[in-house]
Nanobody, 129 residues
Framework: QVQLVESGGGLVQAGGSLRLSCAAS????????MGWFRQAPGKEREFVTA??????????YYADSVKGRFSISRDNAKNTVYLQMNSLKPEDTAVYYC????????????????????WGQGTQVTVSS
């Protein structure tokens, strides 16, 4: 069983930065695909970014709305995945969730929340204008 714990959320002004962390339990963390999703009040959970290992190294995926501003990375030694968020906008305000997906990844869709097996409890990010 994989357990995920997010941290690093908070209140920040527009244009500012935050770094979220997602600490995972489990011995095979390096084999998992990890994703970040977010959910604003009254809206559905939406894809932000994901990372998974492939034969060419880590592959990353980003929603168009965060490309160039957000960056996902992982530290397998610490069983942690990070979300660096720069140039934050008020529309980035949401609860951010970390998800994990075990291999195999045949037909896997990074942007679908149904494709993840485990979720954290979420961390609130609020961007003021």
């Amino acid at each position: 069983q994989v357990q995920l714990v997010e941290s690093g959320g908070g209140l920040v002004q527009a244009g500012g930065s935050l770094r979220l962390s997602c600490a995972a339990s489990g011995r095979t963390f390096s084999n998992y695909a990890m994703g970040w999703f977010r959910q604003a009040p009254g809206k559905e959970r939406e894809f932000v970014t994901a990372i998974r290992i492939s034969w060419i190294g880590d592959s990353t995926y980003y929603a168009d709305s965060v490309k160039g501003r957000f960056s996902i990375s992982r530290d397998n030694a610490k069983n942690t995945v990070y979300l660096q968020m720069n140039s934050l906008k008020p529309e980035d305000t949401a609860v951010y969730y970390c998800g994990a997906r075990a291999p195999p990844f045949t037909g896997w869709s990074a942007g679908s929340s149904n494709e993840y097996d485990h979720w954290g409890q979420g961390t609130q990010v609020t961007v003021s204008s």
